[in-house]
Protein backbone atom coordinates (compact mmCIF):
# COMPACT_ATOMS: atom_id res chain seq x y z
CA UNK A 1 0.00 0.00 0.00
CA UNK A 2 0.67 3.51 -0.49
CA UNK A 3 3.31 5.01 2.73
CA UNK A 4 4.69 8.13 2.76
CA UNK A 5 6.87 8.51 6.53
CA UNK A 6 8.34 12.09 7.39
CA UNK A 7 11.32 12.29 10.06
CA UNK A 8 14.26 15.03 10.51
CA UNK A 9 11.96 17.18 12.67
CA UNK A 10 13.30 18.82 15.86
CA UNK A 11 13.53 21.49 18.03
CA UNK A 12 16.28 24.35 16.74
CA UNK A 13 16.48 27.57 17.83
CA UNK A 14 15.62 30.42 15.43
CA UNK A 15 18.49 30.81 12.84
CA UNK A 16 19.21 26.89 12.44
CA UNK A 17 18.33 24.63 9.85
CA UNK A 18 16.46 21.07 9.55
CA UNK A 19 16.23 18.62 6.55
CA UNK A 20 13.09 16.77 6.59
CA UNK A 21 13.11 13.51 4.29
CA UNK A 22 10.19 11.38 3.38
CA UNK A 23 10.28 7.93 2.32
CA UNK A 24 8.16 6.74 -0.31
CA UNK A 25 6.69 3.56 -0.53
CA UNK A 26 3.65 1.47 -2.47
CA UNK A 27 3.98 3.38 -5.85
CA UNK A 28 5.29 5.07 -8.89
CA UNK A 29 7.64 7.63 -6.69
CA UNK A 30 9.35 8.83 -10.36
CA UNK A 31 5.86 9.50 -12.08
CA UNK A 32 4.50 11.50 -8.83
CA UNK A 33 4.57 15.11 -7.70
CA UNK A 34 5.52 15.40 -4.31
CA UNK A 35 4.59 17.80 -2.04
CA UNK A 36 5.30 18.93 1.90
CA UNK A 37 2.49 20.89 3.74
CA UNK A 38 2.65 22.09 7.19
CA UNK A 39 0.06 22.79 9.69
CA UNK A 40 0.83 24.89 12.58
CA UNK A 41 -1.55 24.76 16.11
CA UNK A 42 -5.00 26.75 15.62
CA UNK A 43 -4.00 27.26 11.50
CA UNK A 44 -5.52 25.41 8.34
CA UNK A 45 -2.92 23.15 6.89
CA UNK A 46 -0.69 24.95 3.77
CA UNK A 47 1.98 24.21 1.25
CA UNK A 48 4.89 24.83 1.66
CA UNK A 49 6.87 23.32 -1.51
CA UNK A 50 6.06 20.95 -4.23
CA UNK A 51 7.94 19.06 -6.60
CA UNK A 52 7.21 17.84 -10.11
CA UNK A 53 8.14 14.35 -11.78
CA UNK A 54 10.49 16.67 -13.73
CA UNK A 55 11.82 18.42 -11.14
CA UNK A 56 10.25 21.66 -11.13
CA UNK A 57 9.75 22.89 -8.34
CA UNK A 58 7.33 25.95 -6.67
CA UNK A 59 7.24 27.35 -3.05
CA UNK A 60 5.39 29.41 -0.58
CA UNK A 61 6.13 33.25 -0.74
CA UNK A 62 6.79 32.98 3.55
CA UNK A 63 9.60 30.24 2.34
CA UNK A 64 10.93 31.12 -0.82
CA UNK A 65 14.97 31.77 -0.60
CA UNK A 66 15.25 29.80 2.97
CA UNK A 67 13.49 26.24 1.77
CA UNK A 68 14.49 23.78 -0.63
CA UNK A 69 12.36 20.87 -1.78
CA UNK A 70 14.00 18.23 -3.80
CA UNK A 71 14.03 14.45 -4.27
CA UNK A 72 16.34 11.60 -5.27
CA UNK A 73 14.09 8.86 -7.03
CA UNK A 74 16.90 6.32 -6.64
CA UNK A 75 15.74 6.08 -2.68
CA UNK A 76 11.87 6.93 -3.67
CA UNK A 77 12.56 9.66 -1.04
CA UNK A 78 11.80 13.53 -0.89
CA UNK A 79 13.71 16.61 1.38
CA UNK A 80 12.80 19.85 2.56
CA UNK A 81 16.18 21.71 3.35
CA UNK A 82 15.00 24.07 5.81
CA UNK A 83 17.27 27.27 6.54
CA UNK A 84 17.52 30.55 8.28
CA UNK A 85 14.16 29.29 10.78
CA UNK A 86 12.10 31.59 12.16
CA UNK A 87 9.84 30.94 15.11
CA UNK A 88 6.54 30.76 12.66
CA UNK A 89 7.71 27.55 10.71
CA UNK A 90 6.78 26.14 14.18
CA UNK A 91 4.61 23.41 12.84
CA UNK A 92 3.82 19.51 12.03
CA UNK A 93 5.44 19.26 8.41
CA UNK A 94 3.61 16.61 6.34
CA UNK A 95 4.36 15.28 3.09
CA UNK A 96 1.32 14.70 -0.08
CA UNK A 97 0.91 12.91 -2.78
CA UNK A 98 -1.99 12.48 -5.24
CA UNK A 99 -2.41 9.37 -7.07
CA UNK A 100 -5.93 8.88 -9.52
CA UNK A 101 -7.29 11.55 -7.51
CA UNK A 102 -6.89 10.36 -4.27
CA UNK A 103 -4.58 12.04 -1.34
CA UNK A 104 -1.91 10.34 0.54
CA UNK A 105 -0.94 11.77 3.72
CA UNK A 106 2.09 10.97 5.51
CA UNK A 107 1.87 11.00 9.47
CA UNK A 108 3.82 14.48 10.11
CA UNK A 109 6.84 15.29 12.06
CA UNK A 110 7.22 17.77 14.14
CA UNK A 111 9.28 21.05 13.98
CA UNK A 112 9.56 23.83 16.40
CA UNK A 113 11.96 27.06 16.32
CA UNK A 114 12.63 28.50 19.47
CA UNK A 115 13.18 32.40 19.30
Known amino acids: QVQLVESGGDLVQAGGSLRLSCAASGFAFTFNAIGWYRQAPGKQRELVAR???????NYADSVKGRFTISRDDTKNTAYLQMNSLKPEDTAVYYCYTNLNNYDYWGRGTQVTVSS
Open 51 to 57: IGSLGNT
